[in-house]
């Protein structure tokens, strides 16, 4: 499987960015996908996520009531949709899959930069 993101950029605070996640290869293995970000000097940290089966979407605090994950039915492609972004955002935001691997995400995109500026 692979996992190719777009739409990242620089945007001021206050605004919005959308970005997507297109994944080719094994997808009709596809249980779920998500997005982690990591900020300089930070770990990886948990956005978001959607379950393929039942459309159930999760959030981290952080971005809960601002960030809205979303996907296609042929679960080949994921968005988020970043509103009210702030500086706090700044970070290489990477899409992620689990393909059949029992929910644990095994395939990694290669990241795209987010910044923010106040």
């Known amino acids: 499987v692979q996992l190719v993101e777009s739409g990242g950029g620089l945007v001021q605070a206050g605004g919005s960015l959308r970005l997507s996640c297109a994944a080719s290869g094994r997808t009709f293995r596809n249980d779920a996908m998500g997005w982690f970000r990591q900020a300089p000097g930070k770990e990886r940290e948990f956005v978001a996520s959607?379950?393929?089966?039942?459309?159930?979407?999760y959030y981290a605090d952080s971005v809960r009531g601002r960030f809205t994950i979303s996907g296609d039915n042929a679960k080949t492609t994921v968005y988020l949709q970043m509103n009210s972004l702030k500086p706090e955002d700044t970070a290489v935001y990477y899409c992620?899959?689990?393909?059949?691997?029992?929910?644990?995400?095994?395939?990694w995109g290669q990241g795209t930069q987010v910044t923010v500026s106040s």
């Open positions: 992620a899959a689990a393909v059949d691997s029992g929910g644990q995400y095994n395939y």
């Open positions: 959607i379950i393929w089966n039942g459309g159930s979407a």
